[in-house]
């Protein structure tokens, strides 16, 4: 079979618009068609594509979509009085609804959200793992811990300005009594 996809057509009433069609076809006389013919596929898609380009010129857009399976048909008996020749029976033409067309169009954009969706968990899988990593070799000395907290922040100031304070880890962790601060007496 040959698929045309999104090929563009001008209808009877210069209506412009892409229609998507499909060409079944069988080689009857395989000696005919390969002393006639380099490529089979290479000859009736530009054959299939005139077809349905001059067969629906000569159609309303509207009947067109009313009478898809007449116009199927029509591209088929056109196609298959030229094919004969070469040993080639087009045994079916179809002209893909626009409704099924867009179906296809839906689920390849599924297809393509689902893969995006996997590659995206794959990589978060990924970091998680390093970042599981890194914190099993850091965890086992503070002075190490300490050294990527001030790597982190040289790169936080290398990217924007910002005023950051460096306050060592040994004052984090004390606790201040503030009760016994007295206030002097003025």
Not at 55 to 61: P, S, W
Not at 140 to 159: A, F, I, K, T, Y
Request: glycine share 2%; with cysteine; hydrophobic share 40%.
């Amino acid at each position: 079979y040959r698929l045309l996809r999104k090929l563009q057509v001008v209808t009877k009433d210069l209506v412009c618009t892409e229609v998507s069609a499909v060409c079944y076809y069988r080689i009857e006389n395989m000696s005919v068609c390969y002393s006639s013919l380099a490529s089979v596929p290479d000859v009736l898609q530009p054959l299939t594509q005139v077809s349905v380009r001059e067969i629906l010129a000569h159609h309303a857009f509207t009947d067109i979509l009313l009478n898809r399976k007449r116009m199927a048909q029509e591209i088929q008996v056109s196609l298959d009085s030229v094919t004969c020749r070469w040993g080639i029976k087009v045994e079916r033409a179809e002209i893909l609804p626009p409704e099924l067309q867009h179906n296809f169009a839906v689920e390849a954009e599924a297809r393509r959200q689902a893969q995006v969706k996997v590659i995206a968990a794959e990589g978060e899988k990924a970091a998680c793992g390093a970042l599981k990593a890194s914190v099993e070799s850091l965890s086992g000395s503070p002075m190490v811990v300490h050294l990527r907290l001030l790597q982190l922040l040289n790169n936080l100031r290398s990217e924007q300005p910002a005023v950051i304070l460096n306050i060592p880890p040994d004052v984090l962790t004390q606790s201040i009594d503030l009760t016994s601060l007295t206030r002097p007496n003025h």
